[in-house]
């Protein structure tokens, strides 16, 4: 099975500080990746790679077996959607207006958006459950109302693949779980995910696989059960014994009851 | 536009009845700008009747003599001149704030509008009249000196690929302020006095002054082609709202829509600049106005912009004309009165963001 996207050795730096550093890594269709590590360890970098909006410094970034580089971003755009932490939007557009947006990298030069537009942009609001607040100027929405609408213009690309920057950023325990409950929901649909996650509470059960970035050392990957075992997190975080966060210390009372 | 039409068919997003309302308005604003024209064109020292000046459109011809000089020669082309420059000033107000993702961003505001006061002085004092493939050199440099001043502002006032409201506005003042006096300098510099610094003073006032045939036609022209640009930039800048990486990754060259938006701005600017030199804010407030009524989408803009800028600056200046009669007002001066506050709210209302 070809991977839907592949990095093929690469590095990323930003004026000379090394972020990434020959990757090697592939996302298969039908997965759900958490990607984790400590602040500055490059993980919305890795996702800006994928993107196409950052071009690797070294290596190369395929897309269904062809290199990123050499395709354009209208078409990187059909098959892969970007979400960003932040988006900061001057006029007050509405909710509908904003996600239509997502249909840009199919409009032709002149045109507008046609019925397959619409009906794909209806689509996405209702899997995000956004339908509602079409009407609603983005602006003026909650932050957890605020990062579905983001999910929801995402989804109006019909990716392949969506890629979350901190989807749970700014969200209050019940809209986290909704978040989870709507990341479920997508790997229904068949979209692969890949989410910058920094609360690793929530990452068990809903995702398929954990890629553990640091700043030093090589991306570690593997299941859950077993990337968020204490002394993996420890070492990647540099959390020294007394300052271990409290979610370690329950996973390590609970690896001592039941050893 | 093509979109409008197809979203009230399929009527998935937006529904049936913004679309209409949006007809509605459109047609509402063309109907008023013929009103106006009709009013503004019989007004004057000389009253030319409505009823007499449309019979003899269609031929059968009651004007006198006179009277036919008047309407072909002096209000007119005034009127034209009006309705052109008010358009011009209008969508370039609204493709700069797209650009700037800054609601506060105007041809006078920002410079650019100085800049082409600028270029076009450098024409009138500098150099012999000559012409260009039709175009006169003033034309032409007008174009250039605004095209020259947005750049600089553009490349001043960005900060990490934004545009605050802080840099925006001290970048404009400073780059507009030079400019200005620079024009003063190149006044200054002129030996044989006259004509040219009376030009450069109506310029400076913001002063629709009386167009020939022939200038009207260049600065139709002109505008046309801005005109005709803007129309696909306009959904281009709604994604450009999301914010230049976003749109990036959307598919969206952003650099070409960058040069494109700003050449585009830069004509719309010069032709304004041409006929009727610094008139302020008319750029800032039409696109503020039917931002309340249509929302933010360009696509709806666009055109409702362009007729409600010429409708506006007709009024304007009609008034300004006769107010006052037998002298007359410069319209900058009417647009600063009625603009200028209008600012001043604006500028109190997004304090937040000057913060920032």
Known sequence: ?259 | MTGEVTSSRAGTVHGRGQDHRHRWLLGILAALLVVAVLIATGMGAVHVPVLAMMRSMTGSGSLSADQRIILFNIRLPRVLAALLVGSALSVSGLLFQGLFRNPLADPYIIGSSGGAVCGASIGVFLLPPLSIAGFSTTALLAFAGALGSITLVYWLARVDGRTPVVTLLLAGFAVSTMLSYSSYFLEVLDRDFGTGMRVLASWLHGTIAQPTWPQLSIVTVMFAVGLAGSVPLARKLNTLALGEEYATHLGLSVQQIRIAVIVIGSILTAAAVALGGLISFTGLIIPHMLRIVVGPDHVRLLPATALAGALFLLVADTVARTAIAPAELPVGVLTAFIGGPFFLYLLRKSKHEVMS
């Open chain 1, 1 to 259: 099975m070809t991977p839907l996207v592949e990095f093929q050795c690469v590095s990323f730096a930003y004026e000379n500080r090394n972020v990434i550093r020959d990757l090697d890594a592939a996302i298969f269709a039908h997965e759900c990746i958490a990607l984790v590590g400590p602040n500055g360890a490059g993980k919305t970098t890795l996702l800006r790679l994928a993107s196409g909006t950052l071009t690797p410094a070294r290596g190369k970034v395929m897309l269904k077996s062809r290199a990123l580089d050499g395709l354009k971003q209208r078409e990187i755009a059909r098959s892969v959607a970007f979400v960003p932490q932040n988006v900061e939007v001057p006029f007050s557009f509405t909710v509908g207006q904003f996600v239509e947006q997502g249909r840009t990298p199919f409009l032709k030069m002149f045109g507008g958006l046609c019925g397959a537009d619409y009906e794909a942009v209806r689509r996405a609001m209702e899997l995000t459950d956004t339908w509602s607040l079409r009407g609603r100027v983005f602006n003026q929405l909650s932050g957890g109302e605020r990062q579905r609408v983001k999910i929801a213009l995402g989804l109006a690309q019909e990716p392949r693949l969506l890629l979350l920057d901190e989807p749970m950023q700014h969200l209050d325990i019940g809209r986290q779980f909704e978040m989870i409950d709507l990341i479920d929901t997508l790997r229904g649909e068949g979209i692969a995910i890949v989410a910058s996650m920094h609360d690793l509470a929530l990452i068990e059960g809903t995702f398929s696989s954990v890629w553990l970035m640091s700043p030093d050392a090589p991306m570690q990957q593997g299941p859950p059960a077993r990337m968020l075992r204490p002394e993996i997190i420890e070492d990647a975080f540099r959390c020294l014994p007394r300052h271990r966060p409290r979610l370690l210390e329950h996973a390590r009372g609970r690896m001592e009851r039941a050893l």
